[in-house]
């Protein structure tokens, strides 16, 4: 299983390196211009080593003026050459790019349109007639409470309602659904969730055979918090109210410029569950003690939920329908509520 979420890991990756990792025919050119600049100070600034050990040479009496002359017209010769060379290399590749660019195979940079991005067997890039993409892109981060649903109820629960918290950031592309209607949206992507609970009553997290079981500590603990971290594959339907404006005769369909909200779920996996306490020993040194293990915590993870809010700004929910702990009598389910900022 962690060798699965690992594999989601990496599509993460993949996707991030898909959607802004393209380049442009302005930034190719501007790096090959970069790279001459750089080859002209580096071969400059050897010629000057070179001529100053001359000239140390010369003051030595080690060589008459006139081999230090011929010296340094030998090494100008040199570096002049070698500049030649390095820069019909970059001039190669120039005219390469220049004739990617007359075929049609480099686009322009075009500000009006979203960053897009292929995948095996699917193709996200669904555009108008007039070129305007379908499908945008965001950055995903969201933080707030977090707490456990114990027999339906949150209430009297054994965990800090402040103390305990939540946060989760990743990817997501957001897909008009509708040609010409600009209300409905499909809206997926891959993220990282981090979920933590501070247990009450001076408490942590004991692993007893196959169940997991909150136990009083004989020490007094300044901090209990335990720690899931998940990668999941959340997908919303998203209602969004932006509208559509017309410019140059172009139908232009906005999003996360109005009010819109969202309705899904989740699926993933559990990467890590770690537990750490603070203490203070019986000499009186701070004690930070981590635990990675087990705990019996469930490896798949699957949940439902929704955001309201305006723009780039939401108010979240989320709750998973799959028990935090496999084997426990009495099942807890996570619960978070925050704040979730989509930034496009």
């Not at 690992?6 to 390196?17: M, P, R, S």
């Not at 409905?184 to 990282?192: C, I, N, R, V």
């Not at 700004?313 to 619960?335: C, G, H, M, W």
Request: with cysteine; charged share 25%; proline share 1%.
């Amino acid at each position: 299983m962690r060798n699965f979420t690992l594999y989601l890991a990496g599509i993460l990756i993949l996707f991030l390196t898909q959607v802004y990792g393209q380049e442009t025919f302005e930034s190719r050119a501007k790096s090959i211009a970069i790279k001459i600049e750089s080859i002209t100070k580096e071969e400059k600034v050897a010629l000057k080593d070179e001529v100053e050990s001359v000239n140390v040479d010369l003051e030595k009496n080690l060589i008459t003026k006139e081999q230090a002359d011929e010296k340094k017209a030998k090494f100008a010769e040199i570096r002049a050459k070698n500049i030649e060379t390095r820069v019909a290399e970059m001039q190669v590749e120039l005219n390469t790019l220049v004739q990617e660019k007359v075929d049609g195979k480099i686009k322009e940079e075009d500000s009006t349109r979203r960053y897009s991005f292929s995948f095996p067997n699917m193709k996200i890039r669904d555009k108008l007639k007039f070129g305007e993409s379908r499908t945008t892109s965001q950055f995903v981060f969201a933080f707030g409470i977090n707490n456990l649903v114990t027999n339906k109820a949150v209430a009297n629960s054994d965990y800090r309602y402040w103390g305990s918290h939540f946060y989760e950031w990743g990817v997501t592309w957001n897909t008009r659904i509708l040609k010409n209607n600009n209300l409905l949206h499909a809206k997926y992507g891959l993220s990282f969730m981090y979920n933590n609970l501070r247990p009450t009553e001076n408490r942590y997290f004991v692993e007893n055979g196959k169940y997991t079981n909150l136990e009083v500590s004989a020490t007094h603990l300044d901090d209990s918090r335990f720690r899931n971290v998940y990668i999941v594959l959340p997908l919303h339907l998203e209602f969004d109210f932006s509208g559509k404006t017309q410019k140059d005769d172009k139908t232009i369909f906005r999003t996360h410029k109005s009010f819109r909200f969202g309705v899904g779920g989740y699926f993933g996996g559990n990467i890590k569950s770690k537990q750490i306490l603070c203490y203070e020993d019986e000499n009186g040194n701070n004690v930070r003690q981590k635990t990675k293990g087990d705990f019996n915590v469930n490896d798949f993870i699957y949940g439902t939920s929704a955001y309201i809010g305006y723009q780039a700004t939401s108010l979240y929910v989320k709750y998973d329908l799959s028990p935090l702990f496999r084997n426990n009598a009495i099942e807890q389910n996570n619960i978070s509520l925050g704040l979730r900022f989509d930034f496009n």
